[in-house]
Protein backbone atom coordinates (compact mmCIF):
# COMPACT_ATOMS: atom_id res chain seq x y z
CA UNK A 1 0.00 0.00 0.00
CA UNK A 2 1.77 3.51 -1.23
CA UNK A 3 -0.93 6.20 -0.99
CA UNK A 4 -0.62 9.09 -3.49
CA UNK A 5 1.55 11.95 -3.04
CA UNK A 6 0.57 13.57 -5.72
CA UNK A 7 -1.81 16.80 -4.63
CA UNK A 8 -3.94 16.75 -7.81
CA UNK A 9 -5.35 12.98 -7.17
CA UNK A 10 -5.82 13.53 -3.46
CA UNK A 11 -7.89 16.86 -4.87
CA UNK A 12 -9.34 14.42 -7.44
CA UNK A 13 -10.24 11.72 -4.63
CA UNK A 14 -11.30 14.03 -1.89
CA UNK A 15 -14.06 15.52 -5.05
CA UNK A 16 -15.06 12.06 -5.99
CA UNK A 17 -15.88 11.18 -2.59
CA UNK A 18 -17.68 14.29 -2.03
CA UNK A 19 -19.71 13.81 -5.33
CA UNK A 20 -20.41 10.15 -3.90
CA UNK A 21 -21.63 11.57 -0.47
CA UNK A 22 -24.52 12.61 -2.32
CA UNK A 23 -26.03 8.58 -1.93
CA UNK A 24 -25.59 9.21 1.98
CA UNK A 25 -27.59 12.78 1.65
CA UNK A 26 -27.88 16.18 0.07
CA UNK A 27 -24.76 18.08 1.82
CA UNK A 28 -22.73 20.96 1.48
CA UNK A 29 -19.58 18.54 0.27
CA UNK A 30 -21.57 17.90 -2.95
CA UNK A 31 -22.87 20.67 -3.47
CA UNK A 32 -19.45 22.52 -3.63
CA UNK A 33 -17.85 19.61 -6.12
CA UNK A 34 -20.41 19.76 -8.35
CA UNK A 35 -20.35 23.67 -8.59
CA UNK A 36 -16.65 23.30 -8.79
CA UNK A 37 -17.21 20.90 -12.20
CA UNK A 38 -19.59 23.24 -13.17
CA UNK A 39 -16.96 26.22 -13.04
CA UNK A 40 -14.05 24.28 -14.15
CA UNK A 41 -15.91 22.91 -17.63
CA UNK A 42 -17.05 25.89 -18.80
CA UNK A 43 -13.66 27.55 -18.26
CA UNK A 44 -12.36 24.90 -19.81
CA UNK A 45 -14.41 24.82 -22.46
CA UNK A 46 -13.96 28.64 -23.32
CA UNK A 47 -10.17 28.42 -23.22
CA UNK A 48 -10.67 25.68 -25.90
CA UNK A 49 -12.84 27.47 -28.00
CA UNK A 50 -9.96 30.86 -27.38
CA UNK A 51 -6.87 29.08 -28.18
CA UNK A 52 -8.55 26.52 -30.94
CA UNK A 53 -11.19 28.56 -32.58
CA UNK A 54 -10.48 32.69 -32.18
CA UNK A 55 -6.74 32.71 -31.96
CA UNK A 56 -6.37 29.49 -34.80
CA UNK A 57 -9.26 30.19 -36.72
CA UNK A 58 -9.32 34.06 -36.64
CA UNK A 59 -6.63 35.95 -35.23
CA UNK A 60 -3.96 34.03 -36.87
CA UNK A 61 -4.97 33.55 -40.30
CA UNK A 62 -6.01 37.13 -40.42
CA UNK A 63 -2.95 39.34 -38.85
CA UNK A 64 -0.02 36.80 -39.52
CA UNK A 65 -0.98 35.28 -43.07
CA UNK A 66 -3.15 38.42 -43.76
CA UNK A 67 -5.98 36.01 -44.93
CA UNK A 68 -8.79 38.32 -45.45
CA UNK A 69 -11.74 35.73 -46.54
CA UNK A 70 -11.96 35.14 -42.50
CA UNK A 71 -13.80 38.44 -42.18
CA UNK A 72 -17.08 37.01 -43.65
CA UNK A 73 -17.45 34.00 -41.38
CA UNK A 74 -15.98 36.28 -39.21
CA UNK A 75 -19.12 38.91 -39.86
CA UNK A 76 -21.67 35.98 -40.06
CA UNK A 77 -20.18 35.08 -35.94
CA UNK A 78 -20.68 38.57 -35.16
CA UNK A 79 -23.90 39.16 -36.04
CA UNK A 80 -25.22 36.04 -33.80
CA UNK A 81 -24.83 38.81 -30.75
CA UNK A 82 -27.37 40.64 -32.93
CA UNK A 83 -29.68 38.63 -30.15
CA UNK A 84 -28.37 40.47 -27.43
CA UNK A 85 -30.03 44.00 -29.13
CA UNK A 86 -34.04 43.37 -28.95
CA UNK A 87 -34.52 45.71 -31.52
CA UNK A 88 -31.74 44.37 -33.99
CA UNK A 89 -32.52 40.49 -33.06
CA UNK A 90 -33.53 39.95 -36.32
CA UNK A 91 -30.19 40.15 -38.20
CA UNK A 92 -29.05 36.79 -36.11
CA UNK A 93 -31.26 35.10 -38.67
CA UNK A 94 -28.75 35.32 -41.77
CA UNK A 95 -26.31 33.19 -39.86
CA UNK A 96 -28.33 30.65 -38.44
CA UNK A 97 -29.80 30.50 -42.24
CA UNK A 98 -26.18 29.64 -43.29
CA UNK A 99 -25.41 27.12 -41.19
CA UNK A 100 -28.88 25.75 -41.66
CA UNK A 101 -28.56 25.72 -45.45
CA UNK A 102 -24.96 24.58 -45.31
CA UNK A 103 -25.77 21.53 -43.08
CA UNK A 104 -28.41 20.48 -44.46
CA UNK A 105 -27.07 20.42 -47.87
CA UNK A 106 -23.93 18.52 -46.45
CA UNK A 107 -26.77 16.32 -44.46
CA UNK A 108 -29.26 15.08 -46.97
CA UNK A 109 -27.52 13.25 -49.39
CA UNK A 110 -25.39 11.24 -47.08
CA UNK A 111 -27.87 10.42 -44.94
CA UNK A 112 -30.17 9.08 -47.96
CA UNK A 113 -26.99 6.60 -48.53
CA UNK A 114 -26.87 5.87 -45.18
CA UNK A 115 -30.48 5.09 -45.36
CA UNK A 116 -30.37 3.08 -48.48
CA UNK A 117 -27.71 1.37 -47.12
CA UNK A 118 -29.80 0.30 -43.29
CA UNK A 119 -32.29 -1.12 -46.15
CA UNK A 120 -29.60 -3.10 -48.15
CA UNK A 121 -28.48 -4.58 -44.42
CA UNK A 122 -31.90 -5.50 -43.57
CA UNK A 123 -32.10 -7.73 -46.84
CA UNK A 124 -31.38 -11.37 -46.54
CA UNK A 125 -28.96 -12.19 -48.48
CA UNK A 126 -28.27 -15.68 -46.67
CA UNK A 127 -30.64 -17.68 -45.24
CA UNK A 128 -30.16 -17.82 -41.18
CA UNK A 129 -32.03 -17.71 -38.19
CA UNK A 130 -30.17 -14.62 -37.28
CA UNK A 131 -31.53 -12.68 -40.70
CA UNK A 132 -35.31 -13.86 -40.49
CA UNK A 133 -35.22 -12.53 -37.00
CA UNK A 134 -33.71 -9.08 -38.03
CA UNK A 135 -36.22 -9.00 -41.16
CA UNK A 136 -39.25 -10.22 -38.72
CA UNK A 137 -38.07 -8.27 -36.56
CA UNK A 138 -38.14 -4.94 -38.57
CA UNK A 139 -41.28 -5.68 -40.82
CA UNK A 140 -43.50 -5.97 -37.36
CA UNK A 141 -41.86 -3.19 -35.95
CA UNK A 142 -42.97 -0.61 -39.06
CA UNK A 143 -46.28 -1.78 -38.78
CA UNK A 144 -46.72 -1.03 -35.21
CA UNK A 145 -46.24 2.13 -35.81
CA UNK A 146 -47.97 2.34 -39.19
CA UNK A 147 -50.92 4.38 -37.73
CA UNK A 148 -53.53 4.39 -40.76
CA UNK A 149 -54.57 1.56 -40.24
CA UNK A 150 -56.48 0.02 -37.31
CA UNK A 151 -54.43 -2.65 -35.18
CA UNK A 152 -56.92 -4.95 -35.51
CA UNK A 153 -57.20 -8.76 -36.91
CA UNK A 154 -54.35 -9.58 -38.80
CA UNK A 155 -52.57 -6.36 -38.93
CA UNK A 156 -53.02 -6.00 -34.44
CA UNK A 157 -51.36 -9.50 -34.40
CA UNK A 158 -48.79 -8.32 -36.44
CA UNK A 159 -48.30 -4.82 -34.49
CA UNK A 160 -48.15 -7.14 -30.99
CA UNK A 161 -45.48 -8.94 -32.59
CA UNK A 162 -43.88 -5.52 -33.03
CA UNK A 163 -44.32 -4.23 -29.81
CA UNK A 164 -42.78 -7.50 -28.62
CA UNK A 165 -39.27 -6.73 -30.41
CA UNK A 166 -39.67 -2.94 -29.28
CA UNK A 167 -40.21 -4.40 -25.57
CA UNK A 168 -37.34 -6.98 -26.27
CA UNK A 169 -34.89 -4.01 -27.81
CA UNK A 170 -35.84 -1.62 -24.26
CA UNK A 171 -34.86 -4.19 -21.93
CA UNK A 172 -31.50 -4.83 -23.53
CA UNK A 173 -30.69 -1.30 -23.88
CA UNK A 174 -31.74 -1.22 -19.90
CA UNK A 175 -30.06 -4.12 -19.47
CA UNK A 176 -26.60 -2.72 -21.14
CA UNK A 177 -27.57 0.93 -19.54
CA UNK A 178 -26.60 -0.78 -15.98
CA UNK A 179 -23.76 -2.46 -17.33
CA UNK A 180 -22.60 0.97 -18.38
CA UNK A 181 -23.38 2.88 -14.82
CA UNK A 182 -21.52 -0.39 -13.52
CA UNK A 183 -18.30 0.47 -15.39
CA UNK A 184 -18.47 3.79 -14.62
CA UNK A 185 -18.08 3.05 -11.13
CA UNK A 186 -16.02 0.77 -11.52
CA UNK A 187 -13.50 3.64 -13.00
CA UNK A 188 -13.93 5.54 -9.95
CA UNK A 189 -13.70 2.57 -7.89
CA UNK A 190 -10.40 2.12 -9.48
CA UNK A 191 -8.75 5.32 -9.83
CA UNK A 192 -9.43 5.66 -5.94
CA UNK A 193 -7.80 2.15 -4.93
CA UNK A 194 -4.92 2.58 -7.21
CA UNK A 195 -3.81 6.04 -8.17
CA UNK A 196 -5.08 7.65 -4.34
CA UNK A 197 -4.75 4.92 -2.14
CA UNK A 198 -2.43 2.30 -4.05
CA UNK A 199 -3.70 -1.02 -2.80
CA UNK A 200 -3.83 -2.58 -6.40
CA UNK A 201 -1.68 -2.66 -9.01
CA UNK B 1 -41.51 -15.35 6.84
CA UNK B 2 -43.55 -11.94 6.22
CA UNK B 3 -41.07 -9.74 8.36
CA UNK B 4 -38.68 -10.57 6.33
CA UNK B 5 -40.89 -9.20 3.23
CA UNK B 6 -41.77 -6.25 5.06
CA UNK B 7 -37.87 -5.15 6.04
CA UNK B 8 -36.81 -5.80 2.62
CA UNK B 9 -39.85 -3.83 1.15
CA UNK B 10 -39.25 -0.87 3.55
CA UNK B 11 -35.21 -1.30 3.03
CA UNK B 12 -33.23 2.24 2.78
CA UNK B 13 -32.15 2.53 -0.28
CA UNK B 14 -28.52 3.33 0.97
CA UNK B 15 -27.80 -0.36 2.32
CA UNK B 16 -28.34 -1.30 -1.51
CA UNK B 17 -25.66 1.47 -2.21
CA UNK B 18 -23.54 0.02 0.62
CA UNK B 19 -23.99 -3.75 -0.85
CA UNK B 20 -23.08 -2.80 -4.42
CA UNK B 21 -19.92 -0.58 -3.28
CA UNK B 22 -18.40 -3.61 -1.43
CA UNK B 23 -19.51 -5.85 -3.96
CA UNK B 24 -17.41 -3.92 -6.63
CA UNK B 25 -14.75 -3.05 -4.37
CA UNK B 26 -14.08 -7.15 -3.29
CA UNK B 27 -12.79 -8.24 -6.75
CA UNK B 28 -10.33 -5.45 -6.97
CA UNK B 29 -8.89 -6.89 -3.66
CA UNK B 30 -9.39 -10.57 -3.96
CA UNK B 31 -9.68 -11.26 -7.75
CA UNK B 32 -11.99 -13.99 -8.38
CA UNK B 33 -10.54 -14.30 -12.37
CA UNK B 34 -14.32 -14.83 -14.11
CA UNK B 35 -13.98 -16.30 -17.10
CA UNK B 36 -14.71 -14.02 -20.23
CA UNK B 37 -15.51 -15.00 -24.49
CA UNK B 38 -13.90 -12.87 -26.67
CA UNK B 39 -17.09 -11.88 -29.29
CA UNK B 40 -16.81 -11.65 -32.63
CA UNK B 41 -17.79 -7.55 -33.41
CA UNK B 42 -14.03 -7.14 -31.24
CA UNK B 43 -12.22 -10.14 -32.70
CA UNK B 44 -13.02 -8.39 -36.01
CA UNK B 45 -11.02 -5.34 -35.31
CA UNK B 46 -8.14 -6.99 -33.57
CA UNK B 47 -8.01 -9.33 -37.09
CA UNK B 48 -8.29 -6.38 -39.25
CA UNK B 49 -5.56 -4.37 -37.45
CA UNK B 50 -3.33 -7.71 -37.18
CA UNK B 51 -3.96 -8.76 -41.37
CA UNK B 52 -5.42 -5.52 -43.44
CA UNK B 53 -3.10 -2.94 -42.15
CA UNK B 54 1.17 -3.43 -43.28
CA UNK B 55 3.66 -2.54 -41.18
CA UNK B 56 4.10 1.33 -41.10
CA UNK B 57 0.26 1.38 -42.31
CA UNK B 58 -1.65 3.92 -40.52
CA UNK B 59 -4.67 4.03 -38.27
CA UNK B 60 -6.79 6.83 -37.33
CA UNK B 61 -8.53 6.74 -34.01
CA UNK B 62 -10.70 9.19 -32.83
CA UNK B 63 -10.93 10.05 -29.31
CA UNK B 64 -15.01 11.61 -28.79
CA UNK B 65 -15.96 11.60 -25.43
CA UNK B 66 -15.29 13.12 -21.80
CA UNK B 67 -14.42 12.10 -19.11
CA UNK B 68 -18.01 11.20 -18.52
CA UNK B 69 -17.69 8.19 -20.27
CA UNK B 70 -13.85 8.08 -19.74
CA UNK B 71 -13.36 4.41 -17.58
CA UNK B 72 -15.25 2.71 -20.43
CA UNK B 73 -13.92 4.11 -23.49
CA UNK B 74 -10.03 4.90 -22.33
CA UNK B 75 -8.87 1.20 -21.69
CA UNK B 76 -10.31 0.69 -25.18
CA UNK B 77 -7.42 3.98 -26.85
CA UNK B 78 -4.62 2.28 -24.33
CA UNK B 79 -5.48 -1.14 -25.96
CA UNK B 80 -5.87 -0.05 -30.09
CA UNK B 81 -2.48 2.31 -29.51
CA UNK B 82 -0.93 -0.67 -27.94
CA UNK B 83 -1.76 -3.14 -30.87
CA UNK B 84 -0.63 -0.56 -33.51
CA UNK B 85 2.75 -0.11 -32.15
CA UNK B 86 2.91 -4.21 -31.57
CA UNK B 87 2.93 -4.21 -35.10
CA UNK B 88 4.80 -1.02 -36.25
CA UNK B 89 1.65 1.39 -37.15
CA UNK B 90 1.63 4.87 -37.40
CA UNK B 91 -1.48 6.15 -35.43
CA UNK B 92 -2.67 9.23 -35.69
CA UNK B 93 -4.87 10.61 -33.13
CA UNK B 94 -7.84 13.23 -32.86
CA UNK B 95 -10.84 15.00 -30.85
CA UNK B 96 -14.08 16.27 -32.16
CA UNK B 97 -14.81 17.39 -29.07
CA UNK B 98 -13.03 19.55 -26.74
CA UNK B 99 -12.59 17.79 -23.41
CA UNK B 100 -11.34 14.65 -25.97
CA UNK B 101 -7.64 16.32 -27.00
CA UNK B 102 -6.53 16.60 -23.00
CA UNK B 103 -8.00 12.55 -22.29
CA UNK B 104 -6.03 11.63 -25.96
CA UNK B 105 -2.99 12.92 -24.63
CA UNK B 106 -3.47 10.81 -21.46
CA UNK B 107 -3.74 8.08 -23.61
CA UNK B 108 -0.48 8.74 -25.31
CA UNK B 109 1.76 9.46 -22.94
CA UNK B 110 0.54 6.41 -20.76
CA UNK B 111 1.14 3.96 -23.43
CA UNK B 112 4.15 5.09 -24.99
CA UNK B 113 5.96 5.46 -21.65
CA UNK B 114 4.58 2.00 -20.75
CA UNK B 115 5.81 0.72 -24.19
CA UNK B 116 8.89 2.18 -24.24
CA UNK B 117 9.44 0.62 -20.22
CA UNK B 118 8.68 -3.17 -22.07
CA UNK B 119 10.50 -2.47 -25.06
CA UNK B 120 13.50 -0.84 -25.01
CA UNK B 121 14.50 -1.91 -27.88
CA UNK B 122 11.82 -0.62 -30.26
CA UNK B 123 11.09 3.02 -28.57
CA UNK B 124 7.75 4.48 -29.74
CA UNK B 125 8.40 8.53 -30.14
CA UNK B 126 5.20 10.86 -30.27
CA UNK B 127 5.56 13.03 -34.12
CA UNK B 128 7.04 9.96 -35.77
CA UNK B 129 5.08 6.72 -35.03
CA UNK B 130 2.29 8.63 -32.76
CA UNK B 131 0.21 12.44 -33.21
CA UNK B 132 -2.77 13.84 -32.22
CA UNK B 133 -4.01 16.74 -34.33
CA UNK B 134 -5.68 19.38 -32.48
CA UNK B 135 -9.51 20.29 -31.86
CA UNK B 136 -11.37 21.91 -34.23
CA UNK B 137 -14.59 22.77 -34.28
CA UNK B 138 -17.38 21.53 -36.99
CA UNK B 139 -17.71 18.02 -36.37
CA UNK B 140 -19.24 16.98 -39.51
CA UNK B 141 -17.30 19.78 -41.72
CA UNK B 142 -13.76 18.78 -39.63
CA UNK B 143 -14.56 15.19 -40.82
CA UNK B 144 -15.36 16.21 -44.52
CA UNK B 145 -12.40 18.47 -45.11
CA UNK B 146 -9.87 15.60 -43.97
CA UNK B 147 -11.04 13.50 -46.57
CA UNK B 148 -9.74 16.31 -49.12
CA UNK B 149 -6.83 17.50 -46.96
CA UNK B 150 -5.55 16.29 -43.40
CA UNK B 151 -2.88 19.04 -43.03
CA UNK B 152 -5.09 22.05 -44.26
CA UNK B 153 -7.57 20.81 -42.05
CA UNK B 154 -4.97 21.38 -38.72
CA UNK B 155 -2.07 23.04 -39.79
CA UNK B 156 -0.36 21.99 -36.84
CA UNK B 157 0.25 18.92 -34.33
CA UNK B 158 -2.09 18.92 -30.63
CA UNK B 159 1.65 19.85 -29.34
CA UNK B 160 2.00 23.08 -31.95
CA UNK B 161 4.51 21.45 -34.63
CA UNK B 162 4.19 22.50 -38.44
CA UNK B 163 2.61 19.45 -39.82
CA UNK B 164 4.59 19.59 -43.16
CA UNK B 165 7.55 19.17 -40.40
CA UNK B 166 6.40 15.85 -38.41
CA UNK B 167 7.76 12.86 -39.43
CA UNK B 168 4.50 10.73 -39.17
CA UNK B 169 2.70 12.70 -41.73
CA UNK B 170 5.06 12.06 -44.68
CA UNK B 171 2.74 10.89 -47.22
CA UNK B 172 -0.62 11.24 -45.44
CA UNK B 173 -2.78 13.58 -47.10
CA UNK B 174 -6.43 12.74 -46.72
CA UNK B 175 -8.46 9.44 -45.89
CA UNK B 176 -6.75 7.28 -49.17
CA UNK B 177 -3.48 7.20 -46.86
CA UNK B 178 -5.31 6.44 -43.65
CA UNK B 179 -5.63 2.12 -43.67
CA UNK B 180 -8.60 2.09 -40.29
CA UNK B 181 -10.07 4.26 -38.80
CA UNK B 182 -11.57 3.31 -35.02
CA UNK B 183 -14.55 6.05 -33.13
CA UNK B 184 -14.78 5.66 -29.55
CA UNK B 185 -17.35 7.55 -28.49
CA UNK B 186 -20.48 7.69 -26.44
CA UNK B 187 -22.55 10.05 -28.53
CA UNK B 188 -23.89 10.46 -32.61
CA UNK B 189 -20.36 11.50 -33.15
CA UNK B 190 -20.33 7.88 -34.33
CA UNK B 191 -23.20 8.49 -37.01
CA UNK B 192 -20.88 11.33 -38.35
CA UNK B 193 -18.12 9.57 -39.25
CA UNK B 194 -20.62 6.30 -40.86
CA UNK B 195 -21.80 8.98 -42.32
CA UNK B 196 -19.37 11.27 -43.81
CA UNK B 197 -15.67 9.20 -43.90
CA UNK B 198 -17.45 5.42 -44.19
CA UNK B 199 -20.50 6.75 -46.57
CA UNK B 200 -18.59 9.93 -48.78
CA UNK B 201 -15.22 8.58 -48.72
CA UNK B 202 -15.49 4.83 -48.02
CA UNK B 203 -13.23 4.87 -45.70
CA UNK B 204 -12.63 1.59 -43.55
CA UNK B 205 -13.90 2.43 -39.86
CA UNK B 206 -15.08 0.41 -36.78
CA UNK B 207 -16.90 1.86 -33.93
CA UNK B 208 -15.99 1.71 -29.55
CA UNK B 209 -18.83 3.06 -27.87
CA UNK B 210 -20.64 2.65 -24.53
CA UNK B 211 -22.46 0.11 -23.66
CA UNK B 212 -25.40 2.61 -23.36
CA UNK B 213 -25.18 2.75 -26.92
CA UNK B 214 -24.15 -0.59 -27.66
CA UNK B 215 -27.89 -1.16 -29.37
CA UNK B 216 -28.04 1.27 -31.26
CA UNK B 217 -25.03 0.74 -33.19
CA UNK B 218 -25.14 -3.26 -34.11
CA UNK B 219 -27.31 -2.04 -36.90
CA UNK B 220 -23.94 -0.70 -39.12
CA UNK B 221 -22.48 -4.02 -38.52
CA UNK B 222 -25.41 -5.60 -40.30
CA UNK B 223 -24.83 -3.15 -43.07
CA UNK B 224 -21.27 -3.31 -43.63
CA UNK B 225 -20.65 0.39 -42.78
CA UNK B 226 -18.48 -0.47 -39.50
CA UNK B 227 -16.72 -3.78 -39.27
CA UNK B 228 -16.25 -4.23 -36.03
CA UNK B 229 -17.50 -2.94 -32.58
CA UNK B 230 -15.83 -2.29 -28.85
CA UNK B 231 -18.89 -2.29 -27.00
CA UNK B 232 -18.06 -1.11 -22.88
CA UNK B 233 -16.13 -1.71 -20.66
CA UNK B 234 -16.43 -5.66 -21.51
CA UNK B 235 -15.53 -4.89 -25.31
CA UNK B 236 -12.48 -3.49 -24.05
CA UNK B 237 -11.43 -6.23 -21.78
CA UNK B 238 -11.97 -8.23 -24.77
CA UNK B 239 -9.56 -6.93 -26.61
CA UNK B 240 -7.13 -6.55 -23.95
CA UNK B 241 -7.65 -10.57 -23.76
CA UNK B 242 -7.03 -10.83 -27.28
CA UNK B 243 -3.46 -8.99 -26.71
CA UNK B 244 -2.59 -10.93 -24.08
CA UNK B 245 -3.50 -14.23 -25.49
CA UNK B 246 -1.00 -13.11 -28.59
CA UNK B 247 1.50 -11.53 -26.27
CA UNK B 248 1.00 -7.87 -27.59
CA UNK B 249 0.93 -6.39 -24.14
CA UNK B 250 2.72 -7.13 -21.01
CA UNK B 251 1.36 -4.04 -19.22
CA UNK B 252 -1.45 -3.79 -16.63
CA UNK B 253 -4.89 -4.17 -18.71
CA UNK B 254 -7.83 -1.78 -16.85
CA UNK B 255 -10.51 -3.51 -18.86
CA UNK B 256 -9.63 -6.84 -17.41
CA UNK B 257 -9.34 -6.04 -13.94
CA UNK B 258 -12.42 -4.43 -13.71
CA UNK B 259 -14.42 -7.45 -15.41
CA UNK B 260 -14.77 -9.52 -12.09
CA UNK B 261 -16.42 -5.85 -10.35
CA UNK B 262 -18.54 -6.27 -13.44
CA UNK B 263 -19.25 -9.45 -13.21
CA UNK B 264 -20.14 -9.67 -9.35
CA UNK B 265 -22.04 -6.29 -9.34
CA UNK B 266 -24.25 -7.86 -12.48
CA UNK B 267 -25.13 -11.20 -10.27
CA UNK B 268 -25.89 -9.26 -7.26
CA UNK B 269 -28.72 -6.95 -9.60
CA UNK B 270 -29.85 -10.49 -11.10
CA UNK B 271 -31.03 -11.10 -7.25
CA UNK B 272 -31.93 -7.73 -6.28
CA UNK B 273 -34.33 -7.66 -9.45
CA UNK B 274 -35.75 -11.14 -9.01
CA UNK B 275 -35.91 -10.28 -4.47
CA UNK B 276 -38.22 -7.19 -6.24
CA UNK B 277 -40.04 -9.38 -8.22
CA UNK B 278 -41.05 -12.12 -5.28
CA UNK B 279 -41.51 -9.18 -3.04
CA UNK B 280 -44.06 -7.69 -5.15
CA UNK B 281 -45.88 -10.76 -5.63
CA UNK B 282 -46.23 -11.92 -2.48
CA UNK B 283 -47.16 -8.72 -1.43
CA UNK B 284 -50.20 -8.67 -3.98
CA UNK B 285 -51.15 -12.34 -2.78
CA UNK B 286 -51.23 -10.82 0.74
CA UNK B 287 -53.57 -7.73 0.14
CA UNK B 288 -55.89 -9.56 -1.79
Same mark, same amino acid.
Given at each position: MSISTNIWVWIAALLTLAIYSFLYKDNVFYKIAEKILVGVSIGYLLSVYWHN??????WNPLVQDKNFLVIIPLILGLLM?????KGRAYISRIPIAFVVGTATGMSVPSSFENLFKQVQGTMPTVFSFGNIVILVGVITTLVYFFFSLEHKGFIGKVSKVGITFIMIGFGAAFGATIMARISLFIGRIQFLLRDWLGVIQ | MMRIVDFLDNMDKRIIYLIVAIVVILPFLTPIGCPMKVTEPVRNIYNYVEDSIPEDGSILISIDYGPETMPELHPMGKALVTHAFSNNIRVFMLSLMPQGTGLAQDIIATTVREWNDDNPDNIKEVGKDITLFPFVPGVSAVILKMGEDIKGTFNTDAYGNDLDE????? =?????????YLVDLAGSSIILSWIIY?? =???DQKMAIGTTAVSMAEYYIYMNSGQANGMLGGLKGAAEYEQLLKLNEKSESRNEGLVGMDAQSSAHLTYIIFILLGNIIYFIKKKQEK
Open positions: TIIAKVFSRLF | VPIMS =GVNNYSDIDAN =GRY
